[in-house]
């Protein structure tokens, strides 16, 4: 690693990413007194929720499964908060735990050295100046959702209309009378054509795979909230053939609209292949009703037209590509026995997927929402306080100090 122009002694954990997970894990750290340096690329918290969804972003999940460890969500909110007001408790919970990021910092590279026993993680900065952190535990919190994935599509440079990612998508006014092609049939995909609608568009959506459709709620509660009860007394298939009786009594046959199931019930496809069931908030109606159109798999574009597998054309105006996000750890993190370099995910289970080797952590990767990274947080935070405990009770002065007081002198030549 070149010289940095500025070095950073650590004594607690680096953390990279001021999302939910990475704030999550040092206000836990916090609760023990560990002190922490939070690294984040953007110049705010919950960067994602702020500047890359949708102005009619909800929770899709009670708001009693998306609470910070320490801290639940204001009284007065409703049960599915909007986006500002997950975006306000956030800000507040970095506020109470006085934890104040290092923004507008991006890690370039992150490694271990073997015979200082210390991680380097070198950041740039919005002037390219360079900083480098020696620390001894690293915390991965940048979460599943770090970079837009974007297809390569025949003839995308052709297609004269606008194209955009989800992540720039803020609101179907500007689509008026359109007609909007969106790629992706997840919740995102989903909740853009009925926001496409609600601002008299005409969305066709892409529907390439097998897809499970939910109720939002079963029963008079959430129907993840009746299937985490549910799974406490009965085995998961069981679960799932509930699920789906409920789901046909409420939302009818999906398949004549073209949205087929999956053959694994939709507790056990999320558990094998990490594929989350769409929970509808009102789409499904507008599919029945015409209002949205279901289309196959895209072959090519030309200009203003879209070219489908099943020999079909059609003209739009625009296309919206709801095709989710992927990790981007594995272009800055030099290891490779924790995190897969294919997916960027750790190569454990939920239960282990936490902890890596010397010194090194993940939260926020478990496909398990805000409700797994917390569980994940508290982990950690119990993990690194055990070796902070260790190590001052059995090494009190340690190579720390000398290590801290080269570093500054080092800064002030």
Request: hydrophobic letters at 40%; aromatic letters at 10%; proline letters at 5%.
């Amino acid at each position: 690693m070149s010289k940095p122009s500025r070095w950073v002694y650590a004594p607690g954990p680096v953390i990279v990413g001021a999302g939910p997970s990475g704030l999550a894990v040092a206000a836990c750290l916090k609760e023990k007194g560990i002190p922490t340096v939070v690294i984040e690329r953007y110049s705010c918290v919950a960067s994602l929720w702020k500047l890359k969804t949708y102005n009619r972003l909800r929770l899709h999940l009670p708001k009693q499964f998306c609470e910070l460890p320490l801290m639940g969500f204001p009284s007065e909110y409703p049960t599915y908060p909007t986006k500002d007001q997950f975006i306000a408790y956030v800000e507040e919970y970095a506020k109470k735990f006085d934890i104040r990021p290092h923004f507008n910092e991006t890690v370039s590279r992150a490694e271990y050295d073997q015979n200082l026993g210390f991680w380097h993680v070198k950041t740039i900065g919005l002037m390219a100046e360079e900083t480098e952190y020696v620390c001894r535990w690293v915390v991965v919190a940048t979460g599943e959702n770090a970079e837009a994935v974007v297809p390569e599509i025949e003839g995308m440079r052709e297609f004269v209309g606008d194209i955009r990612h989800t992540s720039l998508y803020k609101s179907g006014e500007d689509y008026k009378g359109k007609k909007v092609l969106v790629v992706g049939c997840g919740n995102s995909g989903m909740e853009v054509c009925l926001d496409l609608c609600n601002y008299n568009a005409k969305p066709s959506l892409v529907v390439k795979d097998k897809v499970h459709v939910l109720p939002q709620e079963m029963l008079g509660t959430s129907t993840f909230g009746l299937s985490m009860f549910l799974l406490k007394w009965l085995p998961t298939r069981m679960v799932d053939r509930f699920l789906l009786i409920m789901s046909r009594l409420a939302l009818g046959d999906t398949t004549r609209f073209g949205l087929y199931r999956p053959l694994l019930g939709p507790l056990e496809h999320k558990n094998l292949l990490g594929k989350t069931p769409v929970l509808d908030f009102g789409t499904l109606a507008k599919i029945k009703s015409g209002d949205v159109k279901i289309c196959g798999s895209i072959k090519r574009l030309k200009h203003y037209t879209a070219e489908f597998v099943d020999g079909s054309t059609e003209k739009f105006d625009a296309i919206i590509l709801a095709t989710g996000y992927k990790s981007n750890v594995p272009s800055w993190l030099k290891e490779r026995d924790f995190f897969s370099e294919e997916d960027g995910f750790p190569r454990g289970t939920f239960q282990n997927g936490w902890i890596g080797e010397r010194g090194l952590y993940a939260v926020g990767f478990a496909k398990r929402g805000i409700l797994g990274a917390s569980m994940e947080a508290k982990s950690v935070a119990e993990d690194i306080g055990r070796c902070w405990e260790a190590q001052a009770e059995h090494d009190p002065i340690s190579f720390a100090r000398p290590l801290s007081d080269a570093i500054r002198q080092w800064n002030e030549n």
